[in-house]
């Protein structure tokens, strides 16, 4: 569904990708695990044409993407960025219909967003800075999905979020996942990762450095030690 193919890029003079090389199939949910630092959001800036790509090949069911964030977006991939990106001055209201009114018309509604965050309904009329940080991230979810992707990215959902929330985000994904929707998800849980995800690499300094199903990465501790310092 994506592919990677030795991919080079970073920031101005700064490579932080080196040749980074991946495959996240349709209908799969895939992990990218690695320390600080590694080039995991880098990673998914590339793909999302955020970054410069100075080499390599990114490809979207078989067809190359173009650097254009809209474009892509348009194409089918919705991201979550780790900074959630909530317009603060618009309520959970105004966020939501912005982001139908751009990308809508696809079996993603409102209501139907609203029935998978029934907590976001009771908090349609607040501000995005009003919003705990588990709200703020539903609503940066529930935007993503009025996207009607056929992949979704998300960059470390649980980041600063309290167990109770983990929980719930957990199991909203795991739908989505039984829906069948595919995922790719940056993580520094790696238990939460690795309970959602049918495949795992793990980047280090900028490349692939390890990949294989999440049955596998659980029962290896070397490499769970040795890249994720587990
Ligand atoms: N805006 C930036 N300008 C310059 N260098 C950056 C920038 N953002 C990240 N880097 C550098 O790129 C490298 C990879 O960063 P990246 O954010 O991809 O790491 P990560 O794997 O997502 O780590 P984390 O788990 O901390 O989120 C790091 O050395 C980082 O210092
Ligand atoms: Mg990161």
Redesign the pocket.
């Known amino acids: 569904m994506l592919e990677l193919a030795a991919v080079n890029s970073?920031?101005?003079e700064?490579q932080?990708l080196h040749g980074m090389s991946l495959t996240a199939r349709a209908g799969r949910v895939m992990a990218i695990l690695?320390?600080?630092?590694?080039?995991?959001?880098?990673?998914?800036?590339t793909i999302m044409g955020l970054l410069p790509r100075t080499a390599g090949d990114i490809r979207f069911e078989g067809q190359p993407i173009d650097r254009h964030p809209y474009e892509i977006a348009k194409r089918g991939i919705a991201y979550v960025p780790?900074t959630r990106d909530i317009f603060p001055s618009l309520t959970v209201r105004e966020n939501l219909e912005l982001t139908a009114k751009r990308f809508g018309g696809g079996g993603w509604t409102m209501d139907r967003v609203l029935e998978l965050f029934p907590r976001l309904g009771e908090r349609m009329a607040n501000g995005g800075t009003q919003l705990s940080g588990g709200e703020q991230q539903m609503l940066a979810i529930a935007r993503a999905l009025l996207m009607n992707p056929r992949l979704l990215i998300l960059?470390?959902p649980t980041e600063g979020l309290a167990p109770i929330i983990v929980q719930l985000i957990h199991d909203k994904l795991q739908e989505l996942k039984a829906e069948g929707l595919s995922m790719i998800i940056?993580e520094?849980n790696f238990g939460f990762a690795t309970s959602l995800a049918d495949d795992v690499v793990v980047?280090g300094k900028?490349q692939i450095v390890w990949e294989g199903s999440a049955a596998e990465i659980r029962a290896d501790s070397d490499t769970q030690h040795r890249w994720l310092g587990v």
């Open positions: 970073g920031y101005g700064t932080v690695g320390r600080n630092g590694a080039g995991k959001s880098t990673t998914l800036k780790e960059d470390e940056v520094q980047v900028g």
